[in-house]
């Protein structure tokens, strides 16, 4: 299974944006989904992660009331919707898809397949 995360851009403080990540050669059903972000110079972070059947959420701190979440297995997709973006979101975005069971945690290193990442620039 492949990962392709689309969506990203310019946005100004305040607007919205949608993150899109599709899989191919495979479905994800059975994978546990999470989005993460990482600015210049800094680490890759966590942002959310969904259940493998969609039906689980977690959230950043960080992100927590503005981002949702969420995975439609029947088309092998999964968004982020980004509301009130704020200048210290701005980052690469990565899809991430784990298999190690129903509900992954925040630590990328329990994730086993990536996206290439997507820029998402906020603009105060």
């Known amino acids: 299974v492949q990962l392709q995360a689309s969506g990203g851009g310019l946005v100004q403080a305040g607007g919205s944006l949608r993150l899109s990540c599709a899989a191919s050669?495979?479905?994800?059903?059975?994978?546990?989904m999470g989005w993460f972000r990482q600015a210049p110079g800094k680490e890759r972070v966590f942002v959310a992660v969904i259940s493998y059947d969609g039906t689980s959420t977690y959230y950043a701190d960080s992100v927590k009331g503005r981002f949702t979440i969420s995975k439609d297995n029947a088309k092998n997709t999964m968004d982020l919707r980004m509301n009130s973006l704020k200048s210290e979101d701005t980052a690469v975005y990565y899809c991430?898809?784990?298999?190690?069971?129903?509900?992954?945690?925040?630590?990328?290193?329990?994730?086993?397949?990536w996206g290439q990442g997507t820029q998402v620039t906020v603009s105060s």
């Open positions: 991430a898809a784990s298999g190690s069971g129903y509900f992954s945690g925040t630590s990328p290193n329990l994730y086993d397949l």
């Open positions: 050669g495979g479905t994800f059903n059975s994978y546990s």
